[in-house]
């Protein structure tokens, strides 16, 4: 499986972004999906998730109520709608897979996720 993150870019403070994060192979239906993001000097952290099913989804306090994660497994795609972006939202965002088929619950621990894109540059102006 290989995931590809697109939709990054430079935005005002207060506009709203759409990451999408396309996979191949058929398994990605079958695995968790997360959105990490990193800014220089700093550890990779977590901001949301999406069970494989898509009927479960965890969050960082620091995104909730303002981030939304989706999939669409018929296009092997997981979207990460982002609203009322700060300047602290700044950083490059990464998509990741856990490839543990089925899992009962919503991973938020990084080194749950063993496949990773490249990541999007996201960049909020004040």
Not at 76 to 102: G, I, R, W
Not at 112 to 122: E, K, N, S
């Amino acid at each position: 499986v290989q995931l590809v993150e697109s939709g990054g870019g430079l935005v005002q403070a207060g506009d709203s972004l759409r990451l999408s994060c396309a996979a191949s192979g058929r398994a990605f239906a079958d695995y968790n999906v997360g959105w990490f993001r990193q800014t220089p000097g700093k550890e990779r952290e977590f901001v949301a998730a999406v069970r494989w099913t898509g009927d479960n989804t965890k969050y960082a306090d620091a995104v909730k109520g303002r981030f939304i994660i989706s999939r669409d497994n018929s296009v092997n795609t997981v979207y990460l709608q982002m609203n009322s972006l700060k300047p602290e939202d700044t950083a490059v965002y990464y998509c990741a897979a856990a490839s543990f088929q089925h899992s009962a619950i919503v991973f938020t621990i990084l080194r749950r996720f063993d496949l990773w894109g490249r990541g999007t540059q996201v960049t909020v102006s004040s």
